[in-house]
């Protein structure tokens, strides 16, 4: 991770990078990135960049990886329903969509197979743990909790910027996204019932 600058100055600069770098990875991709249009658009320099993050792919990890940290604190897990948790992960795909090009950027330039990250950047124990928990309490199907928890996202993903069917956006009605919502809860309701929804 990319040390974080002490002056108010400075934790300006870092910001304006990331969230310069943030729209540049979302749109272009690791390969496709230009340090160049980063600077630009922060209004700095490769120095500073550089400086702060070292390189183009430890840019790309810090934001990646903090993209992740704020799905999980953002949308916490409640494995005790998760179905409001895919139609709060759907939400959270219309306001903020550059996070899961993000993601699908890491899964087609990084780690094409497998876990997304590596085992030692994963946020997802606390997940599966919850979910272990709701399984044993008898709330949730049985299966592998890491199985479910991939099924409730890839759900919750059906409408998303990545979709290879139809990407949502924010500017839709309202109504239209309540329509999805409501059948979105109702799949995963039924996807991990107990009784796996018979």
């Keep these: 991770m990319a040390d974080q600058p002490s002056s108010s100055r400075g934790a300006a600069t870092y910001q304006r990078i990331v969230d310069a770098a943030?729209?540049?990875?979302?749109?272009?991709?690791?390969a496709g990135a230009r340090i160049e249009r980063i600077v630009a658009a922060a209004r700095t320099n490769k120095a500073q960049l550089y400086g702060y993050f070292g390189n183009k792919d430890a840019l790309f990890d810090t934001i990646f990886l903090a993209s992740l940290e704020r799905i999980t604190n953002v949308v916490p897990v409640d494995a005790t329903d998760l179905a409001d948790w895919a139609v709060r992960l759907y939400d959270e795909y219309l306001s903020r969509p550059d996070l899961i090009r993000l993601a699908t950027w890491a899964r087609l330039e990084r780690r094409p197979t497998g876990n997304l990250v590596a085992d030692h950047d994963r946020y997802d124990d606390h997940k599966l743990r919850a979910i272990a928990e709701a399984q044993a309490a008898g709330l949730v199907r049985q299966g592998d909790p890491f199985d479910v928890m991939a099924v409730v996202i890839a759900m919750s993903m059906a409408w998303s910027p990545v979709?290879?069917?139809?990407?949502?956006?924010?500017?839709?009605d309202e109504d239209v996204h309540d329509r999805r919502r409501?059948?979105?809860?109702?799949?995963?309701?039924?996807?991990?019932?107990p009784d796996g929804g018979a």
């Design 22 to 30: 943030t729209r540049e990875f979302a749109q272009h991709g690791i």
């Design 163 to 172: 979709s290879n069917v139809y990407a949502a956006h924010a500017e839709e």
């Design 182 to 193: 409501a059948l979105l809860r109702d799949c995963v309701q039924r996807a991990v019932a």
